[in-house]
Each structure stands twice: as C-alpha cells, then as structure tokens.
C-alpha cells in the first residue's frame, strides 16, 4: 500500500528557512515520479517542483533558487529544502508520487500524480 507522510512544516519568520520531508511506504521512491505541492486557501493546489527521469528537477518559477527538492533512497525519503521564505509560501505543502520514473519528464501537472500525503502546513510571517 502506497503511503505519503509528511513532515516539518511549522511557522517561520521571513527569510527563514524550513526542510520538509516525506516519508514513503509500499514502494521505492527512486522508481517513482516524485513531486511537491502546495495549496492556499481558495486557490487551486499548484504542483512546485518535482524529480523525474535520470533525477532530472523542476521548479516552478515561485520557488525556484530558493526551494531544492532530494531524496535519500535509503531512508525512501523526499526533501524540500526551503530558504529564504516569503509570506506568499504559506500553504499547505503536500508531497506526491506516481509510478514509473524512467517515463515521466520533470514537469509542474497535478494530473501526472496518482498519490498524495496528507499535507504539512507552513506559515511564513512578515
């Protein structure tokens, strides 16, 4: 059974720093599609990052050269190194999975995620 938890959010001054983590069971994360995603109140969930074939990454344009995505196979865990946080960051972070690394190009789609975890909440004050 494929399970998702993540962890590490918390509330953070601007500027500061967060590392989240997601915690995979059922499966190997490094044969699958890997993501990160975040969702504010009333707005739509918006995929952030990801880690696809070869281990190649994608940002989107929000995060990128603050936010890093890793992983680290021998704990089957997924990253997000976060820095140089602005209130705009605050939202619901969920971590995402699907099957099948080798087919999938690192892209921002929600639809290309067949899994999700539960969601860790950071809050950015200005």
């Known amino acids: 059974q494929v399970k998702l938890v993540e962890s590490g959010g918390g509330s953070v001054q601007a500027g500061g720093s967060l590392r989240l983590s997601c915690t995979a069971s059922?499966?190997?994360?490094?044969?699958?599609?890997m993501g990160w995603s975040r969702q504010i109140p009333g707005k739509e969930r918006e995929v952030i990052s990801s880690?696809?074939?070869?281990?190649?990454?994608r940002y989107a344009d929000s995060v990128k050269s603050r936010f890093i995505i890793s992983e680290d196979i021998a704990k089957n865990t997924l990253y997000l190194e976060m820095n140089d946080l602005r209130p705009e960051d605050t939202a619901m972070y969920y971590c995402?999975?699907?099957?099948?690394?080798?087919?999938?190009?690192?892209?921002?789609?929600?639809?290309?995620?067949?899994?999700w975890g539960q969601g860790t909440q950071v809050t950015v004050s200005s």
């Open positions: 880690i696809g074939d070869g281990g190649g990454t």
């Open positions: 059922g499966f190997t994360i490094n044969k699958y599609y």
């Open positions: 995402a999975a699907n099957p099948g690394r080798q087919w999938h190009i690192p892209r921002l789609s929600r639809g290309d995620f067949s899994y």
